[in-house]
């Protein structure tokens, strides 16, 4: 179905099942669909659409976002960067006095003092930024739920990956992606948690993820937020 609003048009598609309220759901390639109980008329699911069409067009943009690929990012004033799960507006601070340029994080924004106003020279300071958030969070994080095991990681590193969030070797050697500094402190933990278990469990088997889901129950959300916003987590 077809329906156009305020100037906007979506499609969408609508199922009747055996339910007693009204559901949506958006898929991975951003299909819209709605549940209804059996007897629903369009008209009803057309009325709910009106109501949260700013949230549903939100999302829609959010899932052709993710398809479109990673963010290309411009570095000015007032462009967003994510930290800690949220997105916050960069400052750029001009500073002749700095022995190096760095980032720090200032109530709501991110205030980057820079010698050069230039591209590079912020990203690069960004960069570093997330490196040293990055690391600090997961000491942090590995020293919480050391608990849970006998064996201590040998060393923790800190990587520039495009595959991976983290891994483990043989030799119990941890490593992580300095982008995880931009997602949530519990999907942070949620890597830290998974690469220990691989200190007993070298595999994905079913040993592993039982070992991961009972440290960690609600480990499944936190996969899906990465999943969902890895394609924004960029410098």
């Not at 949506?24 to 659409?49: C, H, W």
């Not at 507006?89 to 205030?111: A, R, S, T």
Request: aromatic letters at 12%; proline letters at 3%; a neutral charge.
């Amino acid at each position: 179905m077809i329906h156009t609003y305020l100037g906007e048009t979506i499609r969408f598609e609508i199922k009747y099942k055996n339910r007693t309220s009204i559901g949506m759901t958006i898929d991975s390639y951003g299909n819209l669909e709605f549940q209804a109980p059996k007897g629903t008329p369009d008209e009803r699911v057309i009325q709910l659409i009106e109501q949260n069409w700013d949230v549903i067009q939100q999302k829609l943009k959010e899932m052709k976002d993710r398809l479109d690929g990673p963010q290309k990012k411009v570095y000015e004033q007032g462009e967003g960067f994510l930290y800690l799960g949220r997105t916050y507006p960069i400052e750029m601070i001009l500073n002749n006095n700095i022995d190096q340029d760095y980032v720090e994080f200032e109530g709501d924004k991110l205030q980057i003092h820079v010698q050069q106003l230039e591209d590079e020279k912020v990203q690069q300071a960004l960069r570093r930024f997330y490196y040293q958030q990055c690391k600090a969070l997961v000491e942090k994080s590995i020293a919480a739920y050391q608990q849970y095991f006998k064996t201590k990681p040998r060393s923790i590193q800190i990587t520039d990956s495009k595959k991976t969030w983290g891994t483990c070797d043989s030799r119990q050697q941890l490593t992580f992606n300095w982008r995880l500094a931009m997602a949530p402190r519990e999907v942070i933990e949620y890597v830290v948690v998974h690469e220990m278990c691989h200190m007993v469990h070298m595999n994905h088997d079913r040993s592993f993820w039982r070992l991961v889901g009972k440290i960690m129950p609600d480990y499944k959300e936190k996969e899906n937020w990465l999943a969902l916003s890895n394609w924004k987590m960029t410098v």
